[in-house]
């Protein structure tokens, strides 16, 4: 079964300071990847996504991840933290149902506070 | 264009009750799905629907159900209220089953 790691429970930038989340997933085929962000009381919203081809991708908000197939990571990083940036981020993967649909799995989430 | 939209935006039950939250998807989207939060982690999958059929179950009891309209909207019901079931209720919607899912902004479900 796939499930997706990630180690950083909390985080605490300066803002302007570089940053970066890490995520780490297991899933025998080729994965689907992404990353979203909460706000307080919000839903999710989605920042990148990795399906095939260049393993940097970008996303929205200045955001950008690199899969790398042999440390199994999704890393998300951002060169310089905004104090809007201040929220939570899901690392999840995308897996196969039986059904023929398609389900995320998500880690537990990184709490992101910026510092001003 | 509008997001995925859910209602009730807040709710609250109490143990033993029934309740029924409702999606709408984004315009033109066929799939949607239902995740559950609870506070502290991250959202579980609870269903899948596409083109009104299931595709898939999370590992939920059959106290869970939901349901798909021709137009693409979906219910979730929970019967027979426990505390435990008190999260925020997340449905997504993409395009087919296997796309990429949006979120709306979820149901806050509170079981006293």
């Known amino acids: 079964a796939q499930s997706v790691t990630q180690p950083d429970i909390h985080i605490t930038v300066s803002e302007g300071a570089s940053l970066e989340l890490r995520c780490n997933y297991s899933?025998?085929?080729?994965?689907?990847l992404f990353w979203y962000v909460q706000s307080p009381g919000q839903g999710l919203q989605l920042l990148l996504k990795?399906?095939?081809?260049?393993?940097l991708v970008q996303g929205i908000k200045g955001f950008e991840a690199e899969f790398k197939r042999s440390q199994s990571s999704f890393n998300l990083r951002k060169p310089s933290v905004h104090w809007s940036d201040a929220a939570e981020y899901f690392c999840?993967?995308?897996?196969?149902?039986?059904?023929?649909?398609?389900?995320?799995?998500f880690g537990t989430g990184t709490q992101l506070k910026v510092e001003l | 264009d509008a997001g995925v939209t859910q209602s009730p935006t807040h709710l609250i039950k109490t143990r033993g009750q029934h309740v029924t939250l409702r999606c709408s998807p984004i315009s033109g989207h066929k799939s949607v799905s239902w995740y559950q939060q609870v506070l502290g982690q991250g959202p579980q999958f609870i269903f899948q629907y596409y083109e009104k059929e299931e595709r898939g179950r999370g590992n939920f009891p059959d106290r869970f159900s939901a349901r798909q309209f021709p137009n693409y909207s979906s219910e979730l019901n929970v019967n027979a209220l426990l505390l435990g079931d008190s999260a925020l209720y997340l449905c997504a919607s993409s395009l087919q089953d296997q796309e990429t899912q949006y979120f709306g902004p979820g149901t806050r479900l509170l079981v006293l």
């Open positions: 990795y399906f095939s081809g260049d393993t």
């Open positions: 899933y025998g085929a080729t994965p689907y």
């Open positions: 999840a993967v995308g897996a196969g149902l039986t059904g023929g649909g398609n389900k995320l799995t």
